[in-house]
């Protein structure tokens, strides 16, 4: 399948196309699952989180399905209590302070909630006319949430932990490295084409502080799971492009901060981006013309996987989408 053939290297005049958060709030259908089920319900329940997997798959015809599920699963093998806040994000009832509340966390098991996605993954298979993107979170990004608490606009306490606590930092990375390899498998396991590993907030670290705080962690994770193609994503990561790139992973996955062809320049391997959600918004001719110059821009680099530079916004209109659909393969 095109998907595939691109994440190994193979070019396209016509790009393959999916877009991250394709099944979610911007959907009609998925509106109406939710006003019946949580999110942590919907992503933890195998048929639901089928059913919300296919939704942009039926509707749009997509040329990759991600899983529908979340970053912060695990924690429910570690033992860890959270729970996604509506308008929000994940919050923990008892946020990290020190090495003592590390070594209070759970090794990581496959409780309930891990063997449902890995169900959901084993159902989609079945159904799925197209490859399947698995996908976990990078342990930074978790690390992140069990400091913090809860999202964070500058992640202060996590950047202070990491610098006047590196023996319990270690320990952390350790834990929540574990946890994603072994969480990772399973979707694997259950039949996952490819992985994404999401890095969402590692964008806030300069290139010294990733290569000695997350680089080794994560180029574990990479070696681990390289019997599939990967996904490796962050935002405002277009300094750490390189070092990310080093890391292991088969594709990179880059925000639209950055044009693709200097992405490209940085890497030297698959590319996967880069439209500005917010761009879906515009008039026809906007969309249009915007999905035109990323195909251009594309049409100068190596292999490339078309799609948003972060999650489809939940008030993007349908006819956005189908309008940006048929520009990209047009």
């Keep these: 399948m095109k998907f595939l053939e691109v994440c190994k290297g193979k070019k396209f005049d016509v790009p393959p196309v999916w877009l991250m958060r394709q099944a979610g709030r911007y959907m009609p259908e998925y509106r109406e699952l939710r006003k019946k089920h949580?999110?942590?319900?919907?992503?933890?329940?195998?048929?639901?989180?089928?059913e919300v997997t296919l939704m942009p798959i039926r509707r749009f015809g997509f040329d990759a399905a991600i899983l529908f599920s979340d970053i912060t699963i695990p924690y429910y093998g570690l033992g860890v209590k959270f729970e996604i806040k509506e308008g929000v994000g994940p919050v923990v009832e008892d946020p990290i302070r020190d090495l003592?509340?590390?070594?209070?966390?759970?090794?990581?098991?496959?409780?309930?909630?891990?063997?449902?996605?890995?169900?959901?993954?084993?159902?989609?298979?079945?159904?799925?006319?197209?490859?399947?993107?698995?996908?976990v979170g990078a342990p930074f990004t978790l690390a992140a949430y069990l400091i913090e608490g809860k999202p964070s606009r500058d992640f202060k306490k996590?950047?202070?932990?990491?610098?006047?606590?590196p023996e319990a930092w270690n320990a952390l990375m350790d834990k929540l490295t574990d946890a994603t390899i072994k969480y990772a498998k399973e979707q694997i396991d259950s039949g996952a084409d490819v992985m994404q590993v999401f890095d969402s907030w590692v964008g806030g670290l300069n290139e010294r502080s990733y290569k000695e705080y997350v680089a080794p962690w994560m180029k574990r994770i990479f070696s681990s799971i390289k019997e599939l193609p990967s996904i490796h994503f962050g935002t405002n990561t277009s300094h750490l492009l390189?070092?990310?790139?080093?890391?292991?992973?088969?594709?990179?996955?880059?925000?639209?901060r950055i044009s693709l062809r200097e992405a490209y320049h940085r890497v030297k391997s698959p590319i996967q981006g880069n439209l500005d959600p917010a761009i879906l918004f515009g008039t026809k001719e906007v969309i249009e013309r915007e999905v035109q110059a990323i195909k251009e821009e594309a049409s100068e680099i190596g292999a490339h996987i078309f799609n948003l530079g972060h999650g489809i916004l939940p008030e993007t209109p349908i006819e956005s989408v189908e309008i940006l659909l048929r520009a990209v393969r047009s």
Excluded: Y
């Design 100 to 135: 003592e509340d590390i070594k209070k966390m759970d090794d990581f098991s496959v409780v309930r909630e891990i063997e449902s996605v890995a169900e959901a993954v084993k159902l989609l298979k079945k159904e799925l006319p197209v490859p399947l993107i698995g996908f």
């Design 158 to 165: 996590t950047k202070a932990f990491m610098f006047k606590n």
């Design 38 to 50: 949580g999110m942590l319900e919907l992503c933890t329940t195998p048929e639901l989180a089928k």
């Design 242 to 256: 390189h070092l990310m790139k080093d890391v292991g992973a088969d594709v990179t996955g880059v925000d639209w």
